[in-house]
């Protein structure tokens, strides 16, 4: 079947369910409370660079101690970034009610403002559906590359080894264990009516021409 998105976009689908979208939009500003059961075998630390803003979530850092695949356990830094320093082209391609975008503003020094991660999802009966997408990194200059043989690679503190599935493997992972763990947790933290701490979020989209409201 002929791939309808770029190229270098990795796209998929899920049905979650059980899940309702508040919940979703809860779960992106409060990962710290249990992300190491969203994919546990891959998912071994997490912490707040720059938290959430209160009632918001763009310009939210985090830092994810995770592996891709079971490949080696690294730091991963992640900025949830306004969606309107995307492409006309991701903007055509986000449909859904909700939406989050994750990349660089270009604050740091050498870099330029991209879109390089996004998930999108609405309500169907009986829980949500939810489209991640990939959409891959700026090309390097050319010449920029390694200049040297990458060192071999530490095992995987679980002992299994990379399916060859890469990003779109260890996102199916994390979609599928939404279902087990986040109405409880979501469930359990709706006693916490401090919302410097139990924070909020609304999460769902409109668009006013190729500009992007969060409402």
Known sequence: MENKYPENWMVVDHVIPGVTTE??????????KGYELWCPD???????????????HIGAVQIATESIDYSPVMDLRIEWVDPNIGTEEQKAFWTYEHLL???TTGEIPGTKPFIMLSHQWEAIPGGCKMRSCMHGFPKPPPGSGPSHPPAAMPEHPTGKKPTGGGWPSH???????????LPALWGIWQAVTDPAINRKASLKIKKEGSRIIYI
Request: charge should be neutral.
């Open 42 to 56: 891959e998912h071994k630390g997490f912490r707040w660079e720059r938290k959430p803003p209160l009632g918001g």
């Open 101 to 103: 975008t994750a990349g």
């Open 23 to 32: 919940m979703i939009d809860w779960w992106w500003v409060n990962m710290e």
């Open 171 to 181: 996102n199916i992972a994390e979609a599928g264990t939404f279902k087990n763990f």
